[in-house]
């Protein structure tokens, strides 16, 4: 055991000398976080408005148009975008350049025929060949239905000649009968995903970028070994009490220390500064973390008995890092492909690790969805070692 320990001392020390270990380690994935954290909004505090941008113009002064507009203004589908400063050609140059989904126009004369119980029009200048004006033409339908339906219940109540209800007092409660109608469809989202959804691509790029550069990082972690047989360290090592079962185990520790310090460093530094909750469920997020650099370690073991020389380590560095996490979705999330990559990509460790950590801060579900997980990630980390014990016992020094 002191010998084990004794190895991982002196890998600790050889790396944390070297300026690229801090480098890929922590550096690179904080930049490259912000950076596609900016590039994806995640830093935006501002709330998007999904409603279709609609052009509104008024030829008509009556007060019945006032409620229609009312009624337009607080419409959940469209978006009333009024310029009195444009005229009617001039929006519908927005609609045909794209800019606007439609353009009412009211007539004059709209509120006095809607009174009179006569037909009533709107004018609407929109392109009927996209299912975004059959949204609009819904919509409009249902809103100017329910002001004449307002209009028509009022006049009856006025005609019954009903004590202590006007027109305009039975027209009121007509329209805001609506606002809690017998029968409405109520849309809830959990409250973890409600809190993390202007966050969610940092959700997303701060554990990728983070598990990308731990592998990236592997490259200085396979030089050391790669350094140790080509200065011969290792040769004399054998000629002591260390056995290679202690020499593994050294370097093993060394690299697993390595990484896993440096997802607690980024998961405390994403937590404070980025508002990525990870510390929801901290068990869940520790065991994530275990598990994963348990891979990674047992991978960076792999390249350094494989390699022969610093370029080989660079490379079997390098290469694994760009497949592991383009094929992860490190850099695009997996579930926006479909269904065949989505599997194809899971089988990439990154992938795993993706998953585990985004059911705690993106999907805000409990302990239990990261154990499959953090089971495949140490399936993995089994069979990187198996190989790197393995090779390194067939290897001649």
Not at 341 to 349: R, T
Request: charged letters at 15%; glycine letters at 6%.
């Amino acid at each position: 055991m002191i010998r084990i320990l004794d190895i991982t001392l002196k890998d600790l020390m050889q790396l944390l000398r070297d300026a690229k270990t801090f480098m890929f380690l922590l550096i690179m994935p904080v930049i490259f976080t912000l950076l596609f954290g900016y590039a994806f909004g995640g830093f935006s505090n501002e709330e998007s408005d999904s409603r279709l941008p609609v052009g509104y113009i008024s030829q008509d002064d009556h007060w019945l148009t006032d409620s229609l507009h009312d009624l337009l203004t607080e419409s959940e589908v469209i978006r009333l975008d009024e310029n009195i400063f444009l005229f009617p050609s001039d929006l519908e140059k927005l609609v045909a350049d794209g800019d606007l989904a439609a353009v009412i126009i009211v007539p004059d004369g709209y509120g006095r025929a809607l009174l009179k119980d006569k037909s009533a029009r709107l004018v609407v200048v929109a392109d009927t060949n996209t299912s975004t004006w059959t949204t609009i033409e819904a919509e409009l339908l249902t809103l100017a239905s329910r002001l004449d339906g307002a209009v028509r219940t009022a006049t009856i109540i006025e005609q019954l000649d009903v004590e202590g209800i006007p027109f305009d007092y039975a027209l009121e409660r007509s329209l805001s009968a609506w606002e809690e109608p017998p029968i409405a469809i109520h849309e809830t989202t959990s409250l973890a995903v409600k809190k993390t959804s202007n966050e969610s691509s940092l959700t997303h790029t701060a554990p990728g970028m983070m598990l990308q550069f731990a592998i990236a990082g592997l490259l200085t972690a396979a030089q050391v070994i790669v350094a140790e047989r080509k200065t011969r360290t290792l040769q004399r090592l054998l000629t002591t009490a260390t056995n290679r079962v202690h020499i593994v185990l050294g370097h093993y520790l060394a690299i697993f220390l390595l990484i896993f310090t440096q997802f607690i460093i980024l998961i405390v530094f994403a937590q404070l500064v980025l508002k990525v909750d990870y510390m929801r469920l901290p068990a869940a997020t520790l065991l994530v973390a275990f598990s994963a650099a348990l891979c990674i370690s047992a991978l960076g073991l792999l390249i350094g008995i494989l390699a022969r020389t610093e370029e080989q380590a660079i490379m079997f560095s390098l290469i694994p890092m760009f497949v592991f996490a383009g094929l992860g979705g490190a850099w695009v999330p997996l579930e926006v492909t479909g269904p065949t990559f989505q599997v194809i990509g899971h089988l990439s460790p990154v992938a795993w690790g993706l998953d585990g950590f985004e059911n705690i801060v993106a999907r805000g579900l409990g302990l239990s969805s990261v154990l499959l997980p953090a089971a495949a990630l140490i399936g993995y980390a089994a069979v990187f070692f198996f190989l790197a014990v393995y090779r390194f016992r067939n290897v001649e020094i």
